[in-house]
């Protein structure tokens, strides 16, 4: 069974930083895309940031770039997304996906095969 867990979310002040890491099991998934999505309370789920299979590609939301990157480490079927310089309207639900379709990573949630349960970011003071 294919299981995609998250982690490292939290309360965190404007301004801080937090790291979320995306662990998978049950599968490797160094051959996919991986991708970052996020949902906040009332708002449809929006996609944060991409990676190709090999790292060599990335992609972000507009409202993001600059401040998170996203990495993978294939020998350890993990991805992470480095957040920096945290805002309140980051705030949402974190969640891990994977495109088992596609080597670069893909904006649309449609598009993405392996969901995790998705992991808590509140940004506030």
């Known amino acids: 069974q294919v299981h995609l867990i998250e982690s490292g979310g939290g309360l965190i002040q404007p301004g801080g930083s937090l790291r979320l890491s995306c662990t998978a099991s049950g599968r490797t998934f160094s051959r996919d895309a991986m991708g970052w999505f996020r949902q906040a309370p009332g708002k449809d789920r929006e996609f944060v940031a991409g990676i190709s299979w090999n790292g060599g590609n990335t992609a972000y939301a507009d409202s993001v770039k600059g401040r998170f990157t996203i990495s993978r480490d294939n020998a350890k079927n993990t991805v992470s997304l480095q957040m920096d310089s945290l805002k309140p309207e980051d705030t949402a639900v974190y969640y891990c996906?994977?495109?088992?379709?596609?080597?670069?990573?893909?904006?649309?949630?449609?598009?993405?095969?392996?969901w995790g349960q998705g992991t808590q970011v509140t940004v506030s003071s």
């Open positions: 996906a994977a495109d088992t379709q596609h080597y670069r990573p893909l904006i649309i949630a449609s598009g993405y095969d392996y």
